[in-house]
């Protein structure tokens, strides 16, 4: 293996989730630093925006959509606009969800609201980036689509809902993985332990995030909450054809929280 393999220069990529603080917007960056073009994807303009300013003030080249992904024809525009504005794509990072409910009791997970909507972004926002993207991916002969996936689907962690929208992205891994192999387009999937992002620490609840979260890091053996770097890091080497030969694994990122 040498850095050239981790060079992304020529390639575009699309991430969706990239506006907040968070995964997404982490491995638009690096991608970009390594670099890719970039096409940031979600509902919020004015972070993505944001968002594709500071990537272009690094020296990069960045784009955006607006897109709500539970919505399959919104998830089609996107990939299309990706196409028409830097005029292919090779890498597609999946990285847009959300939590959902906080379940109290047994009858909040069985709350249907909470239950379309979790499962909207978080399976139906994959599925169709997938159903749109893939073909687009194949035709440079080194596609690659990384999940961002969670711990919750290996464990009862979060949500029922949340649960079971993980344990099925981890489901699509390997089944894609196997389908799209011979187009030459790799899945993988990066599975962040408990990682500080818009998701467990939001803005202006810093006294919360120090009683709740930021104690778990004492049951992490390393001994630490994860950065947003630790994870996209792994989604660079997902991306890039360092990982050639990879296709269809989870790559745990946490710590060894699992353990």
Not at 205 to 219: G, H, I, R, S, T
């Amino acid at each position: 293996m040498t850095l050239a393999q981790f060079n992304l220069k020529g390639r575009v990529a699309l991430v969706t989730g990239a506006s907040s603080r968070g995964i997404g917007n982490g491995s638009a960056k690096i991608l970009a630093e390594a670099g890719a073009k970039v096409f940031l994807v979600a509902r919020r303009e004015e972070k993505l925006k944001a968002a594709a300013s500071e990537i272009e003030a690094m020296g990069g080249e960045a784009g955006y959509a607006v897109a709500d992904v539970s919505d399959e024809m919104q998830c089609k525009a996107a990939v299309e606009a990706c196409v028409r504005k830097f005029g292919g794509l090779d890498v597609m990072v999946l990285a847009s969800g959300i939590n959902g409910l906080n379940e109290r009791n047994l009858e909040d997970a069985f709350d249907i609201e909470n239950y379309r909507k979790v499962l909207g972004v978080n399976m139906d926002g994959v599925y169709f980036m997938m159903k749109y993207g893939y073909a687009e991916c194949a035709k440079g002969g080194h596609g690659s689509i990384v999940l961002v996936n969670s711990l919750a689907g290996f464990h009862a962690a979060g949500s029922a809902a949340y649960a079971a929208s993980k344990g099925a992205v981890r489901a699509w891994t390997s089944n894609f993985a196997k389908k799209l192999a011979p187009m030459n387009v790799r899945v993988n999937a990066v599975i962040p332990g408990l990682v500080d992002t818009d998701m467990t620490h939001p803005e202006g609840m810093d006294d919360l995030f120090e009683k709740y979260v930021a104690p778990a890091a004492a049951k992490i053996p390393l001994g630490r909450l994860g950065k947003i770097d630790d994870i996209a890091n792994g989604v660079l080497y997902l991306a890039s054809d360092a990982s050639e030969w990879v296709t269809g694994h989870s790559i745990l990122i946490d710590g060894g929280e699992l353990v």
